[in-house]
């Protein structure tokens, strides 16, 4: 599923400078702190507080696969998880800069379709797309994207910074973009099989829709601001609740208890599990990207959270020597373990 334009411009028609142009020649910026755009040796940015940066790649075949991927969509998710990654310090992303390498089985009207999914992503999170690099690559697209964000020196919210008693919040639902993969890889075999087949996705749109074109919870880190929380610490979820509660104790020295019932997971996460011989809580703790938050409030904080819709309080943390536990339906004990999304593992 490339590019659904009908036109086919070879890249090389265009070459690099063409390329480049047409992808950036419309790019307006917003934000003050943007001095200067595309179209320099470097762009400009006059940050007027504590600056964070963050990177991530995108590899076709590792991390996106092309057949149910449209570039639209890609595009749109490749610059939300980079905003994701930003919020979870508590800092505002202001900037993005893309870079590609792409093989010669793309057209210039593929990568019109990526650039106006991050241009939307852009849009709709108030970030300026300021500059990037073009390169060619031997077999498929790779997309680099870094992001830059602001912040109060003071608010940078750290995984570091968990204590004993404090609160574990989780935002949103989980498992939900695990089990919209496993629909979509489902589809993909039966497709393998007869390539005339329709996908029947009824019922489950909403994990389509969190696995393909997922959303940073800018909406938290505003109500963080308005209501004058600094959570203790945060981590976006990619990877899996557990790994990255996991990430928090380890970077805090303390260990934690989060209690299974408390687990938010959609009505549509848990029927897609059933049909599909799945277990939920194992998808919504090992299940990846989510990019929900996960955070630690102090007790002080609790009476300006526990009642907030869409923010879930699932547990607390606790001294190092308790370990990092699972507290089960049935009340027993189950240490965490970090089996979520890796790109090293088999
Ligand atoms: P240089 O050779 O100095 O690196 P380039 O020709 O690579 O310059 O880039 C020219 C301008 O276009 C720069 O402002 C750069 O940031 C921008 N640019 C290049 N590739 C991209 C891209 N894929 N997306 C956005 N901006 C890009
Ligand atoms: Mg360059």
New binding site residues.
């Given amino acids: 599923m490339k590019g659904k334009k009908s036109e086919h411009t070879e890249i090389s028609e265009v070459g ?2 063409g ?2 142009e047409s ?2 020649s419309g ?1 307006k910026t917003i934000n003050k702190s943007t001095k200067l ?7 400009v940015i006059k940050a007027a507080k504590t600056t964070v940066v963050t990177t991530d790649m995108l590899v076709e075949g590792v991390h996106f696969n092309m057949m149910y991927c449209p570039l639209k969509h890609l595009g749109y998710k490749a610059a939300v998880v980079n905003f994701s990654d930003v919020y979870a310090m508590n800092a505002k992303p202001e900037q993005i ?4 390498a792409v093989s010669d089985k793309y057209a210039l009207e593929d990568l019109e379709d990526l ?1 106006e999914g991050l241009l939307l992503a852009c849009e709709v999170y108030g970030v300026d ?6 390169t060619s690559s031997l077999s498929g697209l790779i997309i680099s994207i870094t992001a830059i964000g602001s912040a109060d020196a003071k608010n940078i919210t750290y995984r570091s910074g968990a204590k004993p008693n404090d609160i574990i919040c989780v935002t949103g639902d989980l498992g939900s973009s695990y089990m919209g993969l496993q629909l979509l890889e489902r589809e993909k075999e039966v497709f393998k099989v007869n390539p005339k087949s329709q996908p029947d996705f009824s019922g489950f749109e909403y994990l389509l829709e969190r696995q393909l074109k997922p959303e940073a919870r800018k909406d938290v880190f505003e109500f963080f601001a308005e209501a004058g929380i600094v959570p203790t610490s945060m981590i976006d979820i990619s990877d899996g609740l557990s790994s990255e509660m996991l990430h928090i104790c380890n970077k805090s020295q303390c260990g934690c208890s989060i209690y299974e019932e408390k687990i938010p997971i959609d009505m549509a996460t848990a029927n897609a599990a059933e049909e599909m011989n799945l277990d939920t809580t194992t998808c919504a703790l090992n299940g990846g990207e989510d990019y929900e938050l996960l955070f630690t409030i102090s007790q002080a904080d609790y009476e300006k959270i526990k009642e907030v819709s869409g923010i879930s309080l699932i547990g607390h943390i606790n001294e190092k020597e308790t370990g990092c536990m699972l507290v089960t339906r049935n009340g027993s004990l189950v240490p965490l373990l970090a089996q979520g999304w890796n790109s090293f593992k088999e």
């Fill in positions: 690099e400078f390329l480049i992808l950036t790019i755009g595309v179209g320099d040796d470097a762009a800069t893309v870079s590609i650039y797309l300021v500059g990037g690099d073009t």
